[in-house]
């Protein structure tokens, strides 16, 4: 926990000193997305739908607020016994975004990190016992139920290009984020659409 305190504070920090240098054309930019996600603990298949918010710190670096919803669709193996398996999250991510390529038609791709907090449950099959109800034996599937509310980090790969028109940009997010040590414990694949707000 002292570490993520650290991080905060560090990138609040960082927020501070850049937006004291930030050049007023700077534009304020919203993306919205949709694309495939993979849970990698519990092997399944799902969709996430993202919302962010770009504020640009300089020529090349930019601070990233972001509100993510993830649902499981399938169990990628397909077995009978996985396929009641579900899982879901919540995640709200601050990231840094660094361009370390910018070409003169502005295409940009981009590193980003930063803390990523997730609100969520997931649900799997945790195996069979054999039971007796008084007359005779019977096998019973058992389902475990796991609530989360915990902080990780997430990592990012941005490609983003324009659009025809002017106020809009076209952009595909590779993202994973990590949690309980495990990495990535989400991979996530999403294709945005960018509004410039100002």
Known sequence: ???????????????LH???????????????????TVDGNGGLLGVNVSNE?????????????????????????????YKQDNSSGLFTNVTLKYDVLKTKKDFRISLAFGPS??????????????????????YEKLFTVERFARLGYTQQIAFDWKSKNENRRNSAVVSMSSFSGYWPWYLMATYRMGFRLK
Do not use: H
Not at 26 to 33: A, I, M, P, S
């Open 1 to 15: 926990m002292k570490k993520s305190l650290l991080v905060f504070s560090a990138l609040f920090l960082c927020f």
């Open 18 to 36: 850049s937006s004291a240098f930030a050049q007023d054309k700077e534009k304020l930019t919203y993306y919205v997305g949709i694309g495939p």
């Open 53 to 81: 918010l770009s504020f640009g710190l300089g020529k090349r670096i930019s601070l990233n607020p972001s509100l993510t919803y993830y649902q499981s669709i399938k169990y990628w193996d397909e077995k009978e016994s």
């Open 117 to 138: 907090f997730q609100l969520g449950s997931e649900n799997g099959y945790g195996g069979t016992v054999l039971r007796f109800d008084g007359i005779e034996n019977y």
